[in-house]
């Protein structure tokens, strides 16, 4: 799946990913590979992105937007700093 997280002033990220955990506006969530298309706002938390089973990076972001289409996660926030 490719994921890609974009705020206002730059690109955080573009790759291939094994999934992604956003902070839904009514909880936790997961994409991974072949997910149902999807659009859901995004609250402020903490942005987890699943590069394989064994390796994961974080972000602390703002609240935003998520869309999956065609087994690719566009993740649209206002900020975001890495965490790691």
């Known amino acids: 799946m ?5 705020t ?9 990913v094994y999934g992604v955990q956003l902070p839904g506006i009514n909880g936790l969530f997961e994409v991974l590979e072949k997910h149902a298309p999807l659009v859901s706002a995004l609250a402020k938390g903490k942005l987890k992105v699943l590069k394989s089973r064994n390796e994961a990076s974080s972000y602390s972001i703002e609240s935003g937007f998520v869309e999956v ?6 993740v649209l926030v206002e900020g975001a700093v890495a965490l790691d």
Do not use: H, Q, V
Request: charged share 35%; glycine share 4%.
């Open 2 to 6: 490719t994921l890609e997280i974009l």
């Open 8 to 16: 206002p002033e730059k690109k955080l990220y573009s790759g291939e």
């Open 69 to 74: 289409l065609d087994n690719k996660a566009t």
